[in-house]
C-alpha cells in the first residue's frame, strides 16, 4: 500500500483513505509528477488503519480471482442531439436522466472548474448534466464528495456516481455496506493524467493565441468533407476563435500512454473484474461483428456492461425508454479492440523523460518529444490522407484503391 512503502504506483488517487480518516491526518497533496498523492501528518495519525482497510488498490492486489458474469448491451440515447454531445452513445445520460426523472436522485460525476482543473460534484437539475458529458481525460478530485454520497444516503436519498473504475471502488469500500438506492457507474478506463500538465496545456494554447480557453471537447463528433471522425479535438477561445483537428498532440499523447499516472499501467480493474453495477465505454469493434452498425458508428455506439442485478434491472427493463439498446452476446466487448477491458494501458517508454521535459522545455515541447518525429510524421501524413481522399471525385478514389490493390505483394 503507498501510505506504507511510498511507491506511487499502490495509489490511484481516489481520495478514499483522506476521507474515512477520523482524524483529518491525511491531505491529498500534488507531488511532482502533477498527481494527487495522500500525505500523512503523523502528529494527528492514530493508527486506526482505516486507511488501509479502504484502499481499493491495495484491497483488490490481495483479492484471489473470481469469475464474474455480465450482461452486455449495445446502444445509443434515442435524443440525437444528447448522442452527438456525448462521447460515445449518450448512455450515461440515460443512467442520469433515470436517475434525475425516475428515482427523484442525485448525479455524480466529473467536471471542469473554473481554472481548468477536474472535480466531482453531485447535481440533481436535469440542465447541469450537460456539464458532466463527454470523458475528460483528466484525473479528477473527489473532494469531499464520498462522505457527501454518505449523508444522502442514509437521509434516504438515492444517487447515481459515475467514475474510473478505482474511484468507484474507493467510494464502495467508504460506504461498507450496500445501498439499494446507490447506482455505481464506472467506465473502461484508459486511465488518468494530470491535472497540473493538462493546466500547463491549457496555459500554452492561451499563450500562442493570446486568448483564454473557453471550451474544450476530447473525441468531438465532426463531419468535414463528408468524412465522420471521432477523434477531433475541439477548442474555444474567448476572441471568437475555434478550431477542430485530429492532430491534437495532448489527446494523441494521452491515447499513446505518455501521461498515464503510474498505477494506471498495472491496473487491477482493467478486466472483468468490476466493482460496479453498470460499466460504460466505447463499443469499440461492434461495427465489424455486426455489419448493420457500421451507419451508427461515427454517431457513437455504447457498450454497456450489467454487472450486477440492479444493473441489469435497470438496462434490461428501466433504459429502453431513453434507448436504443439491445442484448448481446458478451464475448462482443471482450473482442480483443476493446483493450483496456481486458489489460491497463501499457507503460511508455518515454513516459519520465516526457515529464522532466514539461518543466525543462514547456509541455508543447515536452508532448512532441515524447510521441517522436516518426510517430507526428505519420499522424500528419494520416489526417493529409484523409483530406485528400475526401475531395477527391469518388472515381478518382476507386482507381486509386484499385491501382493498390495490384501493386501489393
Request: glycine share 8%; charged share 20%.
Amino acid at each position: 500500500m503507498y501510505l506504507l512503502t511510498q511507491n506511487r504506483g499502490e495509489c490511484c488517487g481516489c481520495g478514499a483513505c483522506q476521507q474515512i480518516c477520523p482524524t483529518d491526518a491525511i491531505a491529498m497533496t500534488f507531488l511532482d509528477d502533477g498527481f494527487l498523492y495522500p500525505v500523512v501528518d503523523e502528529s494527528r495519525c492514530i493508527h486506526c488503519e482505516k486507511c488501509i482497510g479502504v484502499c481499493p488498490i491495495h484491497q483488490m492486489n490481495n483479492l484471489p480471482a473470481e469469475a464474474h458474469s455480465h450482461h452486455c448491451f449495445y446502444g445509443w440515447h434515442r435524443d440525437e442531439g444528447i448522442r452527438m454531445q456525448s462521447t460515445s452513445g449518450g448512455a450515461f445520460s440515460a443512467l442520469a436522466e433515470l436517475m434525475l426523472a425516475g428515482l427523484n436522485g442525485t448525479v455524480y460525476g466529473a467536471v471542469y472548474d473554473n481554472n481548468w482543473g477536474v472535480r466531482h460534484i453531485g447535481t440533481n437539475r436535469l440542465h447541469e448534466l450537460k456539464q458532466l458529458r463527454q470523458s475528460k481525460y483528466i484525473q479528477s478530485e473527489a473532494g469531499g464528495c464520498y462522505s457527501e454520497i454518505r449523508d444522502r444516503l442514509d437521509a434516504g436519498g438515492s444517487v447515481l456516481f459515475c467514475g474510473t473504475p478505482c474511484q468507484v471502488d474507493g467510494l464502495r469500500r467508504f460506504l461498507g455496506k450496500d445501498y439499494g438506492r446507490l447506482v455505481l457507474v464506472d467506465l473502461v478506463c484508459h486511465g488518468v493524467t494530470s491535472p497540473i500538465v493538462f493546466k500547463k496545456y491549457i496555459k500554452s494554447v492561451e499563450n500562442k493565441f493570446g486568448a483564454k480557453v473557453t471550451f474544450v471537447r476530447f473525441r468531438d463528433k465532426i463531419t468535414k468533407r463528408n468524412i465522420s471522425s471521432l477523434s477531433y479535438t475541439t477548442i474555444s477561445l474567448s476572441n471568437g476563435r475555434k478550431f477542430s483537428s485530429e492532430c491534437n498532440l495532448y489527446l494523441r499523447a494521452y491515447m499513446s500512454g505518455l501521461m498515464q499516472r503510474a498505477c494506471c499501467e498495472r491496473c487491477p480493474y482493467a478486466n472483468d473484474r468490476r466493482k460496479s453495477d453498470v460499466t460504460l465505454g466505447d463499443f469499440w469493434g461492434i461495427e465489424e461483428i455486426l455489419p448493420h452498425l457500421k451507419s451508427e458508428f461515427h454517431k457513437g455506439i455504447s457498450l454497456i456492461l450489467a454487472n450486477s442485478e440492479k444493473g441489469l434491472t435497470l438496462c434490461k427493463y428501466r433504459l429502453s425508454d431513453r434507448m436504443t439498446m439491445v442484448e448481446t452476446d458478451v464475448s462482443y466487448a471482450f473482442n480483443g479492440i476493446n483493450r483496456q477491458l481486458e489489460q491497463p494501458v501499457a507503460a511508455h517508454k518515454r513516459k519520465q523523460q516526457f515529464y522532466s521535459d514539461v518543466a525543462r522545455v514547456g509541455v508543447r515541447k515536452a508532448l512532441a518529444n515524447g510521441l517522436g518525429m516518426k510517430y507526428l510524421i505519420l499522424l500528419y501524413f494520416r489526417c493529409l490522407l484523409r483530406s485528400i481522399i475526401a475531395v477527391l471525385p469518388r472515381r478518382a478514389y476507386k482507381c486509386m484503391v484499385f491501382l493498390k490493390g495490384r501493386f501489393q505483394y
